[in-house]
């Protein structure tokens, strides 16, 4: 028995969505501990995540920045995705 081929456009948007998330996922970098951190750095650290990282191993952490970016230019774009690009655009800068 035959079966039907899909129509081609429906391929063509999941080759364009695996690709945008490959290029996406790809962009993010995880953060990697300095080797010798400065004196001014190593007082802003946690004790406890330095004693875990020291001899290479894991930790989850979070990072709290000082500045923030200007999202108000995202509320102007139309649909998710593009509020999402336009935020992604502004955080990465």
Do not use: C, N, Y
């Amino acid at each position: 028995m035959h079966l039907p081929r899909p129509p081609r456009r429906r391929s063509a948007a999941w080759a364009a969505a695996a690709v945008t998330a490959t290029a996406l996922a790809a962009g993010v970098m995880p953060a990697v501990a300095a080797d010798t951190p400065s004196t001014a750095a190593k007082a802003k650290i946690d004790a406890s995540l330095s004693s875990a990282v020291a001899k290479g191993g894991d930790a989850t952490f979070f990072v709290l920045l000082k500045a923030q970016a200007d999202l108000s230019g995202t509320k102007k774009q139309k649909t998710h995705a593009a509020k999402a690009k336009a935020a992604f655009k502004e955080l990465r800068a």
